[in-house]
């Protein structure tokens, strides 16, 4: 009997317990070549339908031909590259969480608390990507997770997962119009809820459009959010290392300040880890784009990886600085405005105030 490779991984397979005389085994997704092995409660039937106890590890099984999932799934135009899939995880991860957000975790839990759990959220967002991307990889359907959940799981499994997900971003959306609103209100435009309605009938437009062109504007829209972090991250190691008004050394003196660095106790510690997952969430549009990107089976694993430390890296450096430059207790920090995001208040201690927190809020918006 046949045994696997060293070196090649083993794949997770629901199909009938049987391997036909020519090798190949028929499933959802398309037609697999068993190779006379297939795995089942640790018994192999090799293609004389003889059964054999083994606790070797299962053969490798080879992902599934885009060809044949398109057949199987209905054919998307499969038009975003790589580097448009990249973007577009970045974008659905850097917003209100980051920019808003920060300010009302430091006020409830502290700058370690912060810390902390968005370092150990970001944890199991790696855990999560890295399974995600191996069945986005074996599977690249347009369903995703919610055909994966239908498939391994259960369908009503499937079906619950699927009206989960529609119900949490249409909750999202929600609150990134709503924000749309605070940043955009650092002008006093006198009839805020206009700015929600135009920015939910273009979102609603650049989903409608072709496939090629929605990965080429959130490509570069995501660049802003990328810039932003960059220039944001440079500004506070200068802040930090005494290039603010008062030319003042601030090095580590917020974590040392009453009440700091955990704030609230456990009950702040809670609230700030509630406040890290939403942050986090969007990471898994990369699983969803998989039905649409180009040579799923090589683009996928290489975008997983550089996804997440870049993300990561955006993350635990901006909450590093918020930490070391923002107090705590800075006054009305919990307030999710634009005047009290701690990105607003990082580029105000430079000392031209006036342009750089326009430069800001247009960042931001």
């Known amino acids: 009997?046949?045994?696997?490779?060293?070196?090649?991984?083993?794949a997770l397979l629901t199909a009938p317990c049987q391997a036909p005389e020519d090798h190949t085994l028929e499933g959802d997704y398309g037609t697999i070549d068993a190779r006379s092995n297939f795995r089942d409660d640790r018994r192999y039937i090799n293609e004389r339908s003889e059964i054999q106890?083994?606790?070797?590890?299962?053969?490798?099984?080879?992902?599934?031909p885009v060809p044949a999932i398109d057949k199987m799934t209905g054919s998307l135009h499969r038009g975003l590259s790589s580097r448009q899939v990249q973007m577009?995880?970045?974008?659905?991860?850097?917003?209100?969480?980051?920019?808003?957000?920060?300010?009302?975790s430091l006020a409830e839990g502290g700058p370690a608390a912060m810390l902390i759990c968005y370092a150990l959220v970001g944890f199991i967002v790696y855990v999560t990507l890295l399974l995600l991307g191996e069945m986005a990889t074996q599977y690249p359907v347009?369903?995703?997770?919610?055909?994966?959940?239908?498939?391994?799981?259960?369908?009503?499994?499937?079906?619950?997962?699927?009206?989960?997900?529609?119900?949490?971003?249409?909750?999202?959306?929600?609150?990134?119009?709503?924000?749309?609103?605070?940043?955009?209100?650092?002008?006093?435009?006198?009839?805020?809820?206009?700015?929600?309605?135009?920015?939910?009938?273009?979102?609603?437009?650049?989903?409608?459009?072709?496939?090629?062109a929605y990965g080429e504007l959130e490509y570069w829209l995501a660049s802003l959010k990328v810039v932003t972090i960059v220039i944001f991250i440079i500004i506070g190691i200068v802040v930090n290392a005494g290039g603010n008004r008062d030319h003042h050394y601030i090095e580590g003196e917020n974590w040392r300040i009453p009440g700091a660095p955990f704030v609230g106790g456990f009950g702040g510690f809670a609230k700030v880890f509630v406040t890290a997952s939403f942050a986090y969430g969007g990471t898994e549009s990369l699983g969803i784009t998989a039905g649409e990107t180009t040579n799923p089976t090589k683009n996928m694993p290489r975008v997983v990886k550089f996804v997440f430390w870049r993300i990561l890296l955006f993350y635990i450096l901006s909450i590093l600085l918020i930490g070391l430059n923002v107090p705590w207790d800075y006054p009305n920090l919990s307030n999710a405005t634009t005047t009290t995001s701690p990105f607003t208040i990082v580029f105000k201690q430079v000392g031209s105030s006036k342009h750089l927190s326009k430069i800001t809020h247009r960042m931001l918006s």
């Open 88 to 104: 577009i995880a970045i974008a659905g991860t850097i917003g209100t969480g980051l920019f808003l957000g920060t300010g009302k």
């Open 142 to 212: 347009a369903g995703s997770f919610n055909a994966y959940a239908t498939r391994f799981f259960s369908p009503s499994y499937g079906f619950a997962l699927s009206w989960n997900y529609w119900f949490n971003d249409a909750v999202s959306v929600a609150s990134d119009l709503t924000a749309a609103q605070l940043v955009l209100g650092y002008w006093n435009v006198p009839h805020p809820w206009i700015i929600s309605l135009v920015l939910w009938i273009f979102l609603v437009a650049i989903n409608a459009i072709h496939v090629k």
């Open 1 to 10: 009997m046949a045994k696997s490779r060293p070196g090649e991984s083993t």
């Open 53 to 64: 106890h083994v606790f070797s590890p299962a053969p490798a099984v080879d992902a599934l």
